[in-house]
């Protein structure tokens, strides 16, 4: 405990400095101009400097350390990687398979994402998105998008 | 006056009850109320998955669609709340704390009874305020010049993101970092590309659907995976139960009507949020009984007073959305984003360029309100037993219908990973405890604050006096500043007691 882990005001306050940083000086790229006429990079250069103000004083007003880590949310990596494998399939078999495979693939993996689902329940769940996304999307709003192409067009 | 009033009602009510409006109003109403009965899906997330499928439709039923979600999803709220004990909405804990006693006490029933005539009233109550008040409000809308609106969107934003709930100086972050993706893209003034990191997709900006959608949905989801293990406990709620005795009516007459007071003053008030709201008028009844015991054992004014706030506030916010085009918070901020994407500018002009829309709105809350009212008597066991879907099933599902919204509203994968984004940013921030409402109440008013910021230095000649010059800009930067003071003085008693406490 201690310091050493991170507290999460802390943590925050520097991340929104970091982020008002990065947006000042990204906004510095652009024209400035006066306040009379201002220049494309004038208002994202001042509300990147308000928002590392304001991250400092976050970081500044951070509560101390351990004293809400009680509530720490627990990691839940087959969770997320899951969540976001499937929506990046969805988005590879969109381009590379057409709807079928791409729904089948988001559905079926990211219900495994959930310990309590078994193989057969996220395959039979996937198969009746899958119904529906060619039903409903494909053959009756008309989504355009293949059902199944074997090109990446 | 009083004339030309009940003209454009009457044809308000023309334009809801055509059989196509009506019934995009009864599937918003509907979809709203399951939504707020369901725990993990809010009227947030619900209206962004929903918002794909508005852009194909005509405006008006899609305003009345949306609309409906979120009148709904509060009726749906009430009844997670007093029979489940469930906060769907945050705005309903406060039911919870003395709803959930009088289910205890076998009381369930009169209590969602007497909290859907009061709802039923307070939101009667806001659309006479609504009808009355934003003819009148447009009338001086229209003297505002660029540096008073800028000084009233400061002040929504300010009370936007320091009255939501939680650390105020996370949430003004979190409005900037709002205000800077809406930055991102394309600038009107002089058409040069910003912040598109590379991306030539950028160019139009991030799209609303993406963001809204990523924040409210996806990062839920990444949040509650192995997590959300939601109980119902089956209350049998049957009519008979629900109507009120003539005691109890009375009992609850003044609360509600207190209630109803409170939210519609916060509601016309732009920024702030729909649980303060509720939490200031349960203190409110607390504050005047003669008996405060009995709260959190199941007093019915405390079920009665906030739940008439939460909806004639509700009703209210509709004001400066479509007057002004100030959203007060995150959900109106939402609407009011799916009616730029219409092509409709929400502002003084509104009511009379798209009459359509104002008046049909208008009556079309008054048909989904009794229709709701309607519609929970047979419903209740119904979403009572939809609360037994497990999430297992539920969350991948969702994802699909995000994944086919994000794609079909410009044909492009790229609006799943932009999703996916939103999703991934939104569950780090919740995760460091930033509240992220106030990222969508940046994202949809930052265009807009620039421009009127840039617009009112270019009159001035650059002078910034211009800001407290005019007498309207002047009294809304002097409510600003005494937001912040507020702020500040509070800050500096919690750190007084921290330390009185080491």
Excluded at chain 2, 483 to 497: F, K, N, S, T
Aim: with cysteine; aromatic share 10%.
């Amino acid at each position: 405990m201690g310091f050493l882990k991170c507290n999460r005001d802390y943590c925050g306050g520097i991340l929104m400095i970091l982020v008002g940083l990065g947006a000042a000086l990204g906004g510095l790229r652009y024209k400035i101009g006066t306040l009379a006429g201002m220049g494309p990079g004038f208002f994202p250069t001042a509300v990147g400097v308000l928002l590392a103000l304001v991250g400092v004083g976050i970081a500044l007003t951070a509560a101390p350390s351990g004293r809400d880590d009680s509530k720490r949310l627990p990691s839940e990596w087959r969770g997320w990687a899951c969540i976001v494998g499937g929506m990046v399939a969805f988005v590879v078999l969109g381009v590379y398979g057409g709807l079928v495979p791409a729904t089948f693939s988001l559905v079926f993996m990211s219900a495994l994402g959930d310990k309590r689902n078994t193989i057969r329940q996220a395959f039979w769940l996937a198969a009746a998105m899958v119904v529906i996304a060619v039903v409903v999307f494909w053959w009756g709003l008309q989504l355009q998008l293949p059902l199944l192409t074997w090109s990446g067009s | 006056m009083i004339d030309q009033t009940l003209t454009n009602l009457w044809y308000g009510f023309s334009v809801a009850f055509e059989p196509h409006n009506l019934m995009w109003s009864f599937v918003g109403v509907l979809v709203g109320n399951m939504v707020g009965v369901l725990p993990g899906l809010g009227p947030l997330s619900a209206i962004a998955i929903l918002l794909p499928l508005t852009f194909v439709m005509h405006p008006v039923p899609a305003m009345l669609m949306l609309a409906g979600i979120f009148y709904g999803a509060i009726y749906g709220g009430a009844i997670g709340a007093i029979l489940l004990n469930l906060p769907c909405h945050p705005a309903h804990a406060v039911t919870c704390l003395d709803g959930y006693p009088m289910t205890k006490a076998g009381k369930g029933g009169t209590a969602l009874g007497i909290a859907m005539l009061a709802s039923f009233f307070a939101a009667s109550f806001g659309i006479v305020v609504m009808i009355f008040f934003s003819p009148l409000l447009v009338k001086v809308a229209f003297m505002f010049g660029p540096s008073d609106i800028f000084s009233i969107m400061l002040m929504g934003l300010l009370a936007g993101s320091t009255m939501s709930g939680g650390s105020p100086l996370k949430g003004i972050a979190m409005t900037l970092v709002g205000i800077l993706c809406g930055v991102a893209g394309t600038d009107v003034n002089t058409g040069t590309t910003r912040f598109t990191l590379g991306f030539p997709e950028l160019a139009d900006g991030i799209s609303l659907v993406a963001i809204s959608m990523g924040l409210f949905a996806v990062s839920d989801f990444l949040l509650n995976v192995n997590k959300a293990t939601f109980v119902g406990s089956g209350a049998k709620v049957r009519f008979r139960e629900m109507r009120p005795s003539k005691a109890e009516l009375k009992q609850a007459f003044w609360p509600m009507l207190r209630g109803t007071l409170v939210g519609t003053a916060f509601g016309a008030l732009p920024g702030t949020g729909p649980t303060i709201t509720t939490f200031i008028s349960y203190a409110l009844e607390r504050k005047l009984s003669k008996t405060p015991e009995r709260f959190g054992h199941g007093a019915l004014e405390g079920v009665v007073a906030p739940e008439a706030s939460a909806h004639s506030k509700t009703q209210v916010d509709f004001i400066p959305t479509l007057c002004l085009g100030i959203p007060g918070d995150a959900v109106m901020a939402l609407i009011m984003g799916a009616l730029i994407i219409q092509g409709i500018a929400p502002g003084p002009q509104l009511i009379t360029e798209h009459a359509d829309i104002f008046w049909g709105l208008v009556a079309s809350f008054w048909i989904g309100n009794a229709l709701l009212v309607l519609l929970n008597i047979p419903l209740i066991g119904v979403w009572v037993k939809l609360l037994q879907v497990p999430y297992r099933y539920l969350f991948p599902s969702a994802l699909f219908f995000i994944a086919v919204g994000a794609f079909s509203t410009q044909n492009a994968l790229y609006q799943v990973i932009e999703t996916l984004a939103f999703g991934i940013v939104g569950a780090g921030l919740i995760s460091l405890r930033f509240p992220i409402t106030p990222i969508l109440l940046g994202f949809v008013l930052g265009p807009m604050v620039e421009t009127h910021f840039r617009r009112a230095l270019q009159f001035s000649h650059g002078d910034m006096g211009v800001f407290i010059h005019r007498p309207i800009s002047a009294t809304f930067i002097a409510i600003s500043a005494l937001l912040i003071l507020l702020q500040i003085v509070a800050g500096l008693r919690r750190a007084l007691r921290r330390k009185a406490l080491q």
